[in-house]
């Protein structure tokens, strides 16, 4: 985290995925890798990471010292292997069908938020069958739920369901 004092007013900006929730993550990473001025870039980022109205104040030095403080590497922990969200379990499923990679590549394609797609398609709820797990309205729902977590708690999830669909997709051209 790191702070501003604009005008008598502290405002502050979260800089690490630690501090970030899954959606603010993804959003600040799409944008990092994708958005070509860096004013631009740091601005739409402090946006989202920033108090209201930082973006609005702050001078160049500050979007310099912010830009400078950004650190979206993360060095994961163990995968958490269940989460609790209003009484409901998910469990990560670490061996998932291949099916499972079809619908991950659905997602992917027609969805703006690919990261938090895999991450509500690799996460089952322990209550549901594997149709209704399946079900797009049922994933789209856990999006939702998910977008709100700690970033640094989905983050080795994430690595993982990645490098999996990397070497699927590898074995399926090596085919």
Request: glycine residues 4%.
């Amino acid at each position: 985290m790191i702070e501003f004092e604009i005008e008598d007013k502290i405002y502050r900006a979260k800089t690490k995925p630690d501090e970030m929730t899954l959606g603010e993550f993804e959003k600040v990473s799409e944008i990092a890798s994708n958005q070509k001025d860096p004013i631009d870039k740091m601005l739409t980022i402090l946006e989202i990471v920033g108090d209201e109205g930082l973006a609005d104040v702050i001078t160049t030095g500050g979007v310099l010292l912010f830009s400078q403080t950004l650190n979206l590497e993360y060095k994961p922990d163990m995968i958490k292997a269940e989460f609790e969200i209003n009484g409901r379990t998910y469990r990560y499923n670490s061996d998932p069908r291949a099916v499972v990679f079809k619908t991950i590549e659905k997602l992917i394609l027609s969805e703006k938020q690919s990261t938090t797609a895999m991450f509500a398609v690799m996460y089952e709820d322990t209550q549901l069958t594997a149709n209704e797990h399946k079900d797009l309205a049922h994933i789209k729902h856990k999006m939702k739920l998910f977008a709100e977590l700690p970033a640094h708690e989905c983050i080795p999830a994430i690595i993982e369901i990645g490098q999996k669909i990397a070497d699927n997709a590898k074995m399926t051209n090596e085919s």
